[in-house]
C-alpha cells in the first residue's frame, strides 16, 4: 500500500488535484519544455501490442551483451550496496586516466554522459544568458538550458551537418556555451578536424565549448578530430564527453565521462551530486575497461557492418538517407513518418519517428544484431508498400 493511500495528511483525491495544479512560484520556463521523450522501452510495447519478440532499434544502444567480466563484477558489486559508492570514483579515474593518457584531476563523471550536460550548464551558464546549439540535434542542450533559465540559439543544420560558420555568427556577447555532438544525433553527421580547429580558434574567451562525444568509438579514425589535447588548452574552455552507454553496452547503468582543465574539472565536481556514480556503474566500468575480449571493436564492426546493409535498402528503395559515424542512420522515408513508426510497432519493431525533433518523414534506426536487422529490413520493406507516399 502505498503512502497516499494510508496516510491521512493527504485526503483520497485531494492529493491528485494538488499535484496537477501549477504554482506560480515555480520556474516560469517550466511550462515550455516539452519533456524528453526517450525511445519506447522494449517492456512497453509488449504491454500495450501483445507481442512476445519485441526488437529496440530506436535509443542508439549496443545490442550486444556486456562481456562476462562485466557482468561478473557487476553481481560482485551487487553484493556491496548496503554502502555508499567511492563519491570520487578512484580506481575508476584511475584506470580511465591511464587509457586516455590524462591525469585524474582532469575527469569528472557523470551519470550518463547526459547528467555533465546538465551539470556544465548548472556550473556555467545564469539565467537570462545564451546556449548556442544545432537545429536538429540531440534534444538535451534545449531542455537542460531552458531549466536554467537560458536563451537557446538553435542554429539549423546545413545538408545535415553542422553548420560551423552559422553557429559562430551566432555567438553573442552574452553567450556562454555552445554544444557540438560530434558525431550528432539525430544525423550521424560529424565536423571535420579542420573544421572543429577553426571554430576552437575562433572561440571567444567567454564562451565553454562542449564537444559531446557519445558516439567516439564509433566514429574515430580518418579526419574525425582527435580533441582530448584540446580540452586541457589553457586558453580555451573545452569539455570532451564520452560515454560508456553506446560501444561499451552499459546504457542501463549510466556512466559516462568528462575530460576538460582541471579547473573545469572542478567547478563541475562542485555542482555534482557527491555520490552521482554508483557503485555497480564503477565495477562495470572499471571491468569494461580492462576487457580484453575486442568487445568494443566488435560493437563498432557490427555497426560498419549493418550500416552497409541498411545503406543499400535505402538505395534499392529509393529513399534518401544520411551517411553516418555512428551506429544508427537517418532516412527519409518520404511517408508519414509517424504511420511508419506505428506501423513497425504493431510488428514488434521499435524505431525513432523523427517528426517530434523537427524532421517530419524521417525516421531514425539503429543498427541491431543480425538477425534483427533482418526483421526490420522485412517489416520496413513491407511498410513502404502498404503506407502511401505523402
Ligand atoms: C549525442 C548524444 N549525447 C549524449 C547522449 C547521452 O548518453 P548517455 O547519457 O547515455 O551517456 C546521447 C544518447 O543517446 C546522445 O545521442
Redesign the pocket.
Known sequence: MSFRETSGIFPKGKLMRKSTKRNSNWKKRLGEIKPYKPGKPIEEVRREIGLKKVIKLA??ENPFFPPKGVVEAIRRAASDVNRYPDGGSFYLKKALSGKLKIAPGNIVL?N????L?VLAIRAFVHPGEEVVVAKP??L?YHIASMVEGAVVRAVPLKDMKYDMEAMRKAITPRTKMVFV?NP??PTGTYVNKPDLERFIRSLPRHVVLFL?E??YEFARGGDYPETLMNALRKDKDIIV?R????AYSL?GL???YAVSREEIADVLNKVREPFNINSIAQAAALAALEDRTGHVKKAVDLATKGKKELYEVFNDLGLEYVPSRSNFVLVNVERNSTRVFEYLLTKGVIVRDMSGWGLPGFIRVNVGLPRENKVFIREFRKAMKEIAKS
Open positions: 535509443s542508439n557523470g550518463g554522459s547526459d547528467e550536460i540535434t540531440f538535451i555532438a550528432d544525433n559531446d557519445a558516439y564527453a560515454t560508456f552507454s553506446k546504457a549510466r556512466i559516462g
